[in-house]
């Protein structure tokens, strides 16, 4: 069965310091597609990213990172030097092709960044 | 990138009135359109899936004759929810895929409905 597990619930760190959101998935396809989105408190979820199962590229935008490995089936997300702008909720979730786009959420990671 | 606009952003309604929320795709066209409903502090709870011209695709559990969707055109989908009560409270979230990024779903802001 799909699922998408965020272990860390509420994340607590002080402005520029980096910081690790923890993702996990199963799957039974081999084709699927991973995201990130954010949801600061006005509600809206934010697209950050999107990566395909045939691309374990890390990516670096900015103060942002991913890193998938399926070889544990991961896909971390790295904030480097946060700020306090940073602070929401991230989710991440898992498409799988044959699934028509349905999207499979986490339950989310709480990130709070002090000033 | 793509923009979906939701609105009313918040209602508040008596119990046993209907409310319909819309959703747009502003600068694509959307293919397929879902709904999501979220409990404060939980994840987003997919209720239906819907694509232009056909009927929706509901979740399990999810009561199709109380959560009427319409999606009428490739960029305007509407979710109605019929008869409300104090328990349908809820953020409820829209989210658009067609384009050229078929995959990505782009969600609106959300939708804040408060039943009295």
């Known amino acids: 069965a799909q699922k998408v597990t965020q272990a860390q619930t509420e994340i607590s760190v002080v402005e520029k310091e980096d910081v690790t959101l923890d993702c996990v998935y199963e799957?039974?396809?081999?084709?699927?597609?991973l995201f990130w989105y954010k949801q600061p408190p006005s509600g809206e979820l934010v697209f950050l990213i999107r990566?395909?199962?045939?691309?374990?590229q890390n990516e670096i935008s900015g103060r942002y990172s991913w890193n998938f490995q399926k070889s544990t089936s991961s896909f971390n997300f790295t904030i480097t030097a946060s700020q306090v702008v940073d602070s929401a909720v991230y989710f991440c979730?898992?498409?799988?092709?044959?699934?028509?786009?349905?999207?499979?959420f986490g339950q989310g990671t709480t990130l709070q960044v002090k000033p | 990138g793509a923009v979906v606009s939701q609105h009313p952003s918040r209602v508040i309604c008596k119990s046993g009135t209907s409310v319909k929320i819309e959703c747009r795709s502003l600068?694509?066209?959307?293919?397929?359109m879902f709904w999501y409903r979220q409990f404060p502090k939980q994840s987003l709870m997919l209720m239906a899936t819907?694509?232009?011209?056909?009927?929706?695709?509901?979740e399990q559990g999810v009561e199709k004759d109380k959560f009427l969707i319409n999606h009428a055109s490739l960029t305007l989908s509407t979710l109605t929810v019929t008869s409300a009560h104090p328990e349908d409270s809820s953020f409820y979230i829209c989210?658009?895929?067609?384009?050229?990024?078929?995959?990505?779903?782009?969600f609106g802001p959300g939708t804040r409905l408060l039943v009295l």
């Open positions: 799957t039974r396809d081999t084709t699927y597609y």
């Open positions: 600068d694509f066209q959307a293919t397929t």
């Open positions: 990566r395909n199962s045939f691309d374990e």
């Open positions: 819907s694509n232009e011209g056909s009927k929706a695709t509901y």
């Open positions: 989210s658009a895929s067609g384009g050229a990024d078929q995959e990505t779903q782009y």
């Open positions: 979730a898992l498409s799988e092709r044959r699934n028509t786009g349905k999207l499979i």
